[in-house]
C-alpha cells in the first residue's frame, strides 16, 4: 500500500505561482508511476499531469502544457507539481496519486492504486 499526503495548496492571483508536494511512502513506493488530478464541485476528477517512476518521462493534460512541470524528488520519494502562470479555471482541489504506470493515470481514475487527502488550490483575480 502506497501512503500520499500532499501539502503547498493555497490561494494566489491570476497569472502566479504555486508548488504543490506530494509524499509518499509505503511498499515498493519507488516503482509506482505518480500524478495529479483535480476536481471542483459537481464535476468529475480529471487528469493533471504523470510522471513514470524513473522520472524521465512526463505527460499533461492540455489545458495544463506549458504552464504546469511534474517533477520526482531525489530518492523518488517526492513529487512536485509547479504551476506558472495560474489561471482561475485552475481552481480546484488537487490530488496525488498513484499507479501501476502513466497510461493507467492518463486514462481517468480507475485502477488508481491510492489517493491523497487533496489540497485545495484557489486563483482569483
Known amino acids: 500500500q502506497v501512503q500520499l499526503v500532499e501539502s503547498g495548496g493555497g490561494s494566489v492571483q491570476v497569472g502566479g505561482s504555486l508548488r504543490l508536494s506530494c509524499a509518499h511512502s509505503g511498499r515498493n513506493f519507488s516503482s509506482y508511476a505518480l500524478g495529479w488530478f483535480r476536481q471542483v464541485p459537481g464535476k468529475e476528477r480529471e487528469f493533471v499531469a504523470a510522471i513514470t517512476w524513473s522520472g524521465i518521462s512526463t505527460y499533461y493534460a492540455d489545458s495544463v502544457k506549458g504552464r504546469f512541470t511534474i517533477s520526482r524528488g531525489i530518492g523518488a520519494n517526492m513529487v512536485y507539481l509547479q504551476m506558472n502562470s495560474l489561471k482561475a479555471e485552475d481552481t480546484a482541489v488537487y490530488y496525488c496519486?498513484?499507479?501501476?504506470?502513466?497510461?493507467?493515470?492518463?486514462?481517468?481514475?480507475?485502477?488508481?492504486?491510492?489517493w491523497g487527502q487533496g489540497t485545495q488550490v484557489t486563483v482569483s483575480s
Open positions: 496519486a498513484a499507479a501501476g504506470s502513466t497510461t493507467v493515470l492518463r486514462t481517468g481514475t480507475t485502477n488508481i492504486k491510492s
